[in-house]
């Protein structure tokens, strides 16, 4: 099926007004296992991430990018340090985050909008307020029309963007997404890349990504952070101040380029890219 063709506007819905939430990292370190079978995932990693930041996350295969997420978002316990979300140290699951993964989940037995409002079930959200907030959502994420349809019946990108919307109903003030897009063709990628970024701004969400993709992570973000291999730490953290909303054509520019460069350098002197 193809991607449905239209302008996404980034004020189809209305933007909640509270601000997204500081996210605190101080000298967190995560060890696998113990004795001869321990795998050191993640080398000390100190950073702060500003409310409302979209940060994408690249590093090489196997570097802890995964880990990291999932420590912030209290699904591990770091072996060391101690992570912050809001100003309150992270002791179990967080409830006030979206998450997207490169798998949708999406559930194949109920239509597009009983999957986005699922989420409001599970929270005991006031149905008619969830129902207008689930229609908001599918029309900034383009795909109003199929709200009616079954998972099974859209395309890897429209299930995605599915998944976004279903992240983003309890309106959390947190978006972790994780490899959303490696499945996806390289035209619907970039597709998703522009409207992931039209939906961050127009969300204030503090957004986490995780990529393997360098022009991926710098079209969407505010911020890049850049991980050496394994133990993961941070090798760059470079800011990307590009006007939003963005176009593709952003990537053509010298000034894109120069960011793209400047991180496979990094890559190429770790020597996890061939120069
Ligand atoms: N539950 C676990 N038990 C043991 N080792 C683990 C576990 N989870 C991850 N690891 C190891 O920790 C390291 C980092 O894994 P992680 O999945 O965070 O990396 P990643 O950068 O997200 O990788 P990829 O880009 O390939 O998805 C890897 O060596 C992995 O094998």
Redesign the pocket.
């Known amino acids: 099926m193809t991607e449905p063709d239209r302008d996404h506007s980034p004020t189809a819905s209305p933007a909640p007004s509270r601000p997204g939430t500081t996210i605190e990292l101080e000298r967190v370190t995560k060890v696998?296992?113990a004795g001869a079978l321990a795998?050191q995932?993640l080398s000390p990693i100190s950073v702060t991430l500003a409310p409302g930041q979209a940060v994408s996350v690249v590093?090489p295969?196997?570097?802890?990018?995964?880990?990291l997420m999932r420590l912030i978002a209290g699904l591990e316990a770091p072996s060391s340090g101690t992570i912050r979300v809001g100003g309150r140290p992270v002791a179990g699951p967080l409830e006030d985050l979206g998450i997207v993964f490169q798998r949708d989940l999406l559930l194949d037995w109920r239509d597009v909008l009983g999957n986005v409002l699922l989420p409001a079930e599970i929270k005991g959200l006031a149905p008619a307020a969830a129902r207008r907030r689930a229609a908001g959502l599918l029309a900034e994420l383009g795909v109003e029309r199929f709200a009616g349809h079954y998972p099974w019946q859209l395309s890897g990108g429209m299930r995605q963007r599915v998944a976004i919307a279903r992240a983003l109903l309890p309106s959390p003030t947190l978006m972790f997404l994780d490899e959303p897009f490696s499945a996806l063709d390289a035209m619907t990628r970039d597709q998703m890349n522009v409207l992931l970024q039209q939906v961050q701004s127009a969300e204030h969400v503090t957004t986490l990504l995780?990529t393997?993709s360098i022009l991926e992570a710098v079209f969407v973000a505010d911020r890049v952070l850049v991980m050496s291999g394994?133990p993961?730490t941070l090798l760059d953290d470079i800011a990307v101040d590009f006007p939003r909303p963005r176009r593709l054509s952003l990537r053509e520019t010298p000034e894109f380029s120069a960011i793209v460069r400047r991180i496979r350098e990094q890559f190429v002197r770790t020597g996890d890219l061939v120069g």
């Open positions: 696998y296992g795998v995932a590093g295969s196997g570097c802890g990018k995964s880990t995780i393997h394994r993961g």
